[in-house]
T-cell receptor, first 112, second 114 residues
């Protein structure tokens, strides 16, 4: 079945440092979504990417979708303590396949 | 507040028992998704309903079942509970019939099986 691998599992940074999490799929994806889950909270949608090579920015967050549509990354510039949480990627194969497969997430902690 | 309501927030029950988790989607959303989140398995997709019909099935055990009612709320039934079923169960809703639009998650139901 479809697998979505996410690395690293954990990342601890000093406030102001950059952070990147990577997502790799065993199959070509139709779309990929990114979610953030704060400690004790629920996943919150950040963004969706659908085009090969797509790059989207949200303030300090940059999302990329690979050319082959099998990998994606989330980069945070100059982390802040408010960035703490687990970042999940989730991919779908599209067509008649309606499953959204989540990676296991990257837990980001930020030292002030 | 995502607009998705899940009840109860916490549930403690004994092995072998049966429980029902309830989800009310955002107003206007026709799709309801159920996910199980545990420390070692991450977010596992269980099942999706769209406008009352089952649309997609994930890693849902035979002891688990779900349904979506005409008013679009959904229930997840877990029976013959085992210790390993202890987890956070999330419901999410979206307007579309597939996973190509934003999904809004509820606060979750934390199930503890003792």
């Amino acid at each position: 079945g479809q697998q979505v691998m996410q690395i690293p599992q954990y990342q601890h940074v000093q406030e102001g440092e950059d952070f990147t999490t990577y997502c790799n799929s065993s199959t070509t994806l139709s779309n990929i979504q990114w979610y953030k889950q704060r400690p004790g909270g629920h996943p919150v949608f950040l963004i969706q990417l659908v085009k090969s090579g797509e790059v989207k920015k949200q303030k300090r967050l940059t999302f990329q979708f690979g050319e082959a549509k099998k990998n994606s990354s989330l980069h945070i510039t100059a982390t802040q303590t408010t960035d703490v949480g687990t970042y999940f990627c989730a991919g779908s194969r599209g067509g008649s396949n309606y499953k959204l497969t989540f990676g296991k997430g990257t837990l980001l902690t930020v030292n002030p | 507040d995502s607009g998705v309501t899940q009840t109860p927030k916490h549930l403690i029950t004994a092995t072998g028992q049966r429980v029902t988790l309830r989800c009310s989607p955002r107003s206007g959303d026709l799709s309801v998704y159920w996910y199980q989140q545990s420390l070692d398995q991450g977010l596992q997709f269980l099942i999706q309903y769209y406008n009352g019909e089952e649309r997609a099935k994930g890693n849902i055990l035979e002891r688990f079942s779900a349904q979506q009612f005409p008013d679009l709320h959904s229930e997840l039934n877990l029976s013959s509970l085992e210790l390993g079923d202890s987890a956070l169960y999330f419901c999410a809703s979206s307007v579309d019939r597939g996973p190509w639009t934003e999904a809004f998650f509820g606060q979750g139901t934390r199930l503890t099986v003792v």
